[in-house]
Nanobody, 114 residues
């Protein structure tokens, strides 16, 4: 059974940084492209970073240059380093494969506020 457990969120001031972690289980992690997504109430879930199996990554315009995704296949874990955080980055952050499984974790709340 696939499972994702996210952690590392919190309250941070604008311009600050956070690193999120997500441990996956129930999948052959190294063979999957992994991504971080975020969601705010009333909005569709948005993908903010992708780490392809291997070393390639992709970022949409909203996160490019500020977020860095990385993965540790030995630990079945994917990370998201977020720098220069803005109020619009406030959301619940989730990890999943790309494309995602139907099962989602609880997510981790990131709040950017002074």
């Amino acid at each position: 059974q696939v499972q994702f457990v996210e952690s590392g969120g919190g309250l941070v001031q604008p311009g600050g940084s956070l690193t999120l972690s997500c441990r996956a289980s129930g999948i052959l992690f190294s063979t999957y492209d992994m991504a971080w997504y975020r969601q705010t109430p009333g909005k569709a879930r948005e993908k903010v970073a992708t780490a392809y199996s291997g070393t390639s990554t992709y970022y949409p315009r909203s996160s490019r240059g500020r977020f860095t995704i990385s993965r540790d296949d030995a630990m079945n874990t994917v990370y998201l380093r977020m720098n220069d955080l803005r109020s619009e980055d406030t959301a619940v952050y989730f990890c999943n494969s790309e494309p995602p499984f139907s099962a989602w974790g609880q997510g981790t709340q990131v709040t950017v506020s002074s």
